[in-house]
Nanobody, 125 residues
Framework: QVQLVESGGGSVQAGGSLRLSCAAS????????MGWFRQAPGKEREGVAS????????YYADSVKGRFTISRDNAKNTLYLQMNSLKPEDTAMYYC??????????????????WGQGTQVTVSS
């Protein structure tokens, strides 16, 4: 069974940075799609960023463009999310997602097959 394990969450002040990691096991996501989602209490799960792991093409939600960077280390089968200039509204549980299909845009949450357990990000003002 595919496993996605996130790490790197924590608490930071506004303006700070965090780097999230997502290690995948049992399936190698090459020429596939991987992404990051977040969900705040009482809100719907929203897409943050995704990457076509074959072409390296990246897609971002407007709310994080210019602040977050998604990347992928194929040799390590690991996905990253570098988050800079964090804002209190970025506070949420962050989830890693993956699918064996290739993607050409930031898919909505219901299109993804595999999910991690989540890592909490809290940004204080």
């Amino acid at each position: 069974q595919v496993q996605l394990v996130e790490s790197g969450g924590g608490s930071v002040q506004a303006g700070g940075s965090l780097r999230l990691s997502c290690a995948a096991s049992r399936v190698t996501f090459i020429r596939s799609c991987m992404g990051w989602f977040r969900q705040a209490p009482g809100k719907e799960r929203e897409g943050v960023a995704s990457i076509n792991t074959g072409a390296g093409t990246t897609y971002y939600a407007d709310s994080v463009k210019g602040r977050f960077t998604i990347s992928r280390d194929n040799a390590k089968n690991t996905l990253y999310l570098q988050m800079n200039s964090l804002k209190p509204e970025d506070t949420a549980m962050y989830y890693c997602a993956a699918d064996l299909a290739s993607c050409s845009y930031l898919w909505p949450h219901y299109m993804w097959t595999y999910w991690g357990q989540g890592t909490q990000v809290t940004v204080s003002s």
